[in-house]
């Protein structure tokens, strides 16, 4: 059974760093996508970034060069660094595992497995 399980959330303050990690478990495919999502008080989930089986990256043009997204495949464990942290950057952070079919998407709905979300608080 698949299993994308999060830590490392918390608090700090603007300006600060934080890194989010995602154990992902049994999940098999050769040719995935690995997203971030976050949901901020109040409003809709919104994509982050994505890395996929090739390497490649995207992120939303508001954390560009501000976030980073990796891959330990010996840990399978997904990272998400996050420097230059703005108080808009909180939110629930998730990650969200889906095929690689023709590309990764930065819609929800082409991800087929989730983890639980993790807070991330960033203050002024």
């Known amino acids: 059974q698949v299993q994308l399980v999060e830590s490392g959330g918390g608090s700090v303050q603007a300006g600060g760093s934080l890194r989010v990690s995602c154990v992902v478990a049994?999940?098999?495919?050769?040719?995935?996508?690995m997203g971030w999502f976050r949901q901020a008080p109040g409003k809709g989930r919104e994509w982050v970034g994505y890395?996929?089986?090739?390497?490649?990256?995207s992120y939303t043009n508001s954390v560009v060069g501000r976030f980073a997204i990796s891959l330990d495949d010996s840990r399978n464990t997904l990272y998400l660094q996050m420097n230059s942290l703005k108080p808009e950057d909180t939110g629930m952070y998730y990650c969200?595992?889906?095929?690689?079919?023709?590309?990764?998407?930065?819609?929800?709905?082409?991800?087929?497995?989730w983890g639980q979300g993790i807070q991330v608080t960033v203050s002024s």
């Open positions: 969200a595992a889906g095929p690689r079919n023709g590309g990764c998407s930065t819609i929800e709905g082409r991800y087929n497995f």
């Open positions: 049994a999940y098999s495919s050769s040719s995935y996508c």
């Open positions: 890395i996929h089986s090739a390497g490649g990256s």
